[in-house]
């Protein structure tokens, strides 16, 4: 058993827990581990195994790095856009 273990009831019937009388309905009646609910009475409980109806995310797609130029010493980058401009600079 573990701390983060759920049970649920898997027969209805009576108790008194704490002075009050407890109904613990079978498939309807939810303990977590070591509620006093479920001491001295774990035959009547089963684990709950979740069962889930949808399918695990697929991860997204990676995107690539985007390579950077080095730049050497006295050189400069500019956009393509740029140098149209300075090459067809009619000044």
């Known amino acids: ?30 303990v977590r581990h070591g509620h006093p609910l479920l001491e001295g009475r774990e035959n009547l409980f089963k684990k709950v195994v979740p069962q889930y109806e949808v399918e695990a995310p697929k991860p997204a797609p990676r995107k690539k790095a985007e390579v950077k130029p080095k730049i050497e010493k006295d050189e400069y980058v500019i956009s393509t856009e740029a140098a149209n401009d300075i090459l067809h600079d009619e000044d």
């Not at 898997?10 to 498939?27: N, Y």
């Open 1 to 30: 058993m573990s701390n983060r273990d759920i049970y649920v009831a898997i027969r209805t019937f009576l108790t008194e827990l704490g002075g009050k009388r407890i109904s613990v309905v079978a498939d309807k009646t939810f």
